[in-house]
């Protein structure tokens, strides 16, 4: 369980940092997800990495600039949405290996089940990067519902 968690770890702090990639100013190469980025104290570069990429969105003129991502052009709102529903689901990941609380923020979930609902490679899930959609089981947060949505067992 420990190596699941540093590996969920590690690819958190990638795509947290991959938007940069994007973004002309901030570098054009993606992060390499065979390094070890987070070192011993992988809290701060998790933090100090969101940090940078929340600085990269909020810059003037951000979300309405069109960049290229290394699936083709893409929004820099489209980014954003794409942001929060990884971290959002990979922090449910994260949770369930570590035991905590699966009661995220209901507003996020919506956002992220609206965003991942109205994608078109969802729809028969053909190339997706998720199984098909698990039952969640009476009680289960809004969370749980989500990951269940997207494949995972709940």
């Known amino acids: 369980m420990a190596t699941r968690r540093i590996e969920l770890g590690h690819h958190a702090r990638c795509i947290s ?75 449910w990941d994260l949770a369930k290996a570590t035991g905590q609380s699966t009661d995220f923020d209901p507003e996020v979930i919506a956002a992220c089940l609206a965003s991942y609902t109205a994608s078109p490679w969802l729809q028969d899930r053909a190339g997706a990067p998720f199984d098909a959609e698990q039952p969640a089981p009476p009680g289960a947060s809004d969370a749980d519902h989500l990951a269940a949505f997207l494949g995972r067992k709940v």
């Open 17 to 91: 940092r991959r938007p940069l990639t994007s973004v002309d100013t901030l570098g054009s190469t993606p992060p390499d997800r065979g390094v070890d980025h987070l070192g011993n104290d992988p809290l701060t570069v998790f933090r100090d990495s969101v940090h940078a990429v929340s600085a990269a969105f909020e810059a003037d003129g951000f979300l309405d600039r069109v960049m290229t991502a290394p699936f083709g052009e893409v929004l820099g709102s489209q980014l954003v949405d794409m942001r929060r529903n990884e971290l959002t689901v990979h922090g």
